[in-house]
């Protein structure tokens, strides 16, 4: 954690907080460059947190970039983690928060996600959240279905009676969460640039996800399959090209 911080320190990152619509406390990290001419929001995925998309902020080192804690993640309050329903929330503060303090201004501003985080970059894209472009790294096309695809592995238990219950409980819990994260649908309503990033062999979401995605996206759009990578870990196999070909994208359209 010490080597982590001073990493974070000699990046320039400074610790920052603000609040969601429904009154949670997010929390992030901030790094502002002299001379910027880009805002990049970076979400993380599943049971990770900001630290996790330390990458990004290597990614972009003259540009202004702001991680965050998705609620019940990492420093951040809540309970409920909604696998991309509520989570929709903490970026538009997000958003909200780089636009009070006038750190988007006229510039364009880049979602880049990873898992859970891309799915709920593409909601808030679909509920005008005011992205330019984003940078969609292994997300699944239905919440429902990767929870029936995945439940026994996960919780050990059999789909059956387990997996309805645990639907019931979702919906008690978060009203609907279930059925309504659907990024395949949402995707329909997002009318930027995307680049979708996903590995032939992802063992939690399958590549058949990613290609139905892109099937149902807006141009302009771009489907990058990476060979050999386990699911969200592209950056993590070759590190150089994974930066390359994201800031290729963005270059060319922004």
Aim: with cysteine.
């Amino acid at each position: 954690m010490q080597k982590r911080n001073i990493l974070i320190n000699e990046l320039g990152g400074h610790p920052v907080s603000f609040s969601t619509s429904d009154g949670i406390k997010i929390s992030g990290l901030l790094f502002r460059r002299p001379n910027t001419k880009k805002v990049i929001i970076a979400a993380h995925g599943y049971f990770s947190n900001k630290e996790g998309m330390m990458h990004v902020v290597d990614m972009f080192p003259n540009d202004h970039v702001l991680l965050f804690d998705f609620r019940g993640h990492g420093q951040s309050s809540g309970n409920i983690i909604s696998i991309g329903y509520h989570e929709r929330k903490d970026i538009a503060a997000a958003v909200e928060f780089l636009k009070q303090n006038g750190i988007v201004n006229s510039l364009p501003l880049i979602g880049i996600g990873n898992s859970m985080g891309s799915a709920t970059l593409i909601g808030s894209a679909a509920q005008d959240v005011p992205f330019d472009l984003l940078v969609l790294d292994s997300s699944f096309a239905k919440l429902e279905k990767q929870l029936d695809d995945t439940f026994t592995a996960r919780t050990g238990l059999p789909k059956k009676p387990f997996l309805p219950i645990a639907m019931q409980l979702c919906y008690y819990m978060g009203g609907g969460i279930v059925q309504d994260v659907n990024p395949v649908q949402w995707i329909k309503q997002v009318n930027i640039p995307v680049l979708i990033i996903h590995s032939d062999i992802d063992e939690l979401v399958p590549i058949f996800d990613a290609k139905t995605m892109y099937n149902n996206a807006n141009k302009p759009k771009k489907l990058w399959i990476v060979s050999d990578a386990k699911h969200g870990d592209a950056w993590k196999l070759d590190y150089e090209h994974y930066k390359k070909t994201i800031t290729n994208f963005i270059a060319h359209y922004l």
